[in-house]
């Protein structure tokens, strides 16, 4: 039976992991388990079921850890999509904040009827769980397990204020990163609305719309690769949108001709993302940028380029 156990762990967490790809939600983790057989017999003695491989609904146990409170409802929806409901239960909205509880949503599922064939046979009717919390919300979970108190008639009398307070900060702060992140969503709104200013300081919300406004017909890099470009504009001197600006328009023509030449994996026809204009922009402008940040390019390839820089 653990066999199979482990079969519907791994293809509920590929069934879970593909939808959230789909849907664009960044989740912080999503770690799984098949119950422990000391676990499992405990329950089995306390519960006494006449089947338990299916009246223990949470042998097997997913959980989603997302960032943002906005993310739940979101998740809950892809859960129903995936899979058929038994049962939820919402720990966030029937808990009393000043009492004592771990904080997410509980959904006992399984396998809809269209997951037919030899691959769910033997695991389409056998149910499992998936929590769903917040990072803010599975931080304190864990740091209130390990401070071992079971129950709220375990914490001693001098220490309830503190806990219930340390309890409050968290969901203050699930929050208040809900607010950031609204409020987020809101500035990258206005910038794509409006022209970016040149005197702006370059960061990384204004600068991806920028990249996306400039080169709408290439290939935009990930959050990482951008954060990546801004710390190496700042260590060169390029604190602002107009830095920017003034080195793609000086080496226009000599960046399409060194991409004409030198296109990226060696392949003709082939074209650099957004921040690799920028970085080849840069080193056949910037001799400073190329040795610190791209000294494998000779001086002597981009000699010829700097030919075809426009003059201030």
């Not at 791994?10 to 676990?39: D, N």
């Not at 769980?129 to 917040?134: A, D």
């Not at 401070?147 to 220490?159: N, V």
Request: glycine fraction near 4%.
């Amino acid at each position: 039976m653990i066999v199979i156990l482990n079969r519907l762990k791994e293809e509920a967490c590929f069934t879970i992991v593909q939808a959230l790809k789909v849907s664009g939600i960044k989740i912080y983790s999503i770690p799984a388990r098949v119950k422990s057989a000391e676990s499992f017999l405990d329950k089995v003695q306390r519960k006494e079921p006449r089947n338990p491989f299916e009246e223990i609904q949470d042998i097997v146990g997913l959980r989603i850890v997302c960032l943002f409170l906005s993310d739940i409802n979101k998740i809950g929806e892809i859960i129903r999509d995936s899979f058929d409901i038994i049962s939820m239960d919402n720990k966030i909205e029937s808990t009393d904040y000043s009492s004592f509880g771990y904080l997410s949503i509980h959904y006992i599922v399984k396998f809809k009827k269209e997951h037919s064939g030899p691959r769910y046979d033997e695991i389409k009717e056998l149910p499992f769980e998936i929590q769903v919390r917040t990072l803010a919300m599975d931080a304190w979970a864990n740091i209130s397990h390990y401070l071992e108190y079971k129950s709220e008639l375990d914490i001693p009398k001098e220490l309830k204020r503190d806990f219930y307070a340390l309890s409050g900060l968290f969901y203050v702060a699930d929050k208040h990163f809900e607010m950031f992140f609204k409020s987020r969503e809101e500035v990258t709104r206005q910038l794509e609305a409006s022209e970016i200013k040149p005197e702006e300081e370059i960061n990384l919300d204004n600068l991806i719309v920028y990249l996306k406004k400039r080169f709408p017909d290439r290939k935009h890099s990930s959050l990482d690769e951008v954060s990546g470009l801004i710390n190496q504009l700042a260590d060169s001197g390029y604190r602002f949108i107009k830095n920017i600006e003034h080195v793609l328009d000086v080496s226009r023509d000599a960046f399409a001709a060194y991409e004409k030449d030198f296109p990226p994996m060696g392949e003709a026809g082939r074209r650099y993302a957004d921040i690799g204009v920028i970085r080849t922009s840069l080193t056949i402008l910037d001799d400073t940028y190329r040795h610190k940040f791209t000294s494998f390019i000779p001086g002597s390839r981009v000699e010829k380029y700097k030919r075809l820089l426009k003059k201030d």
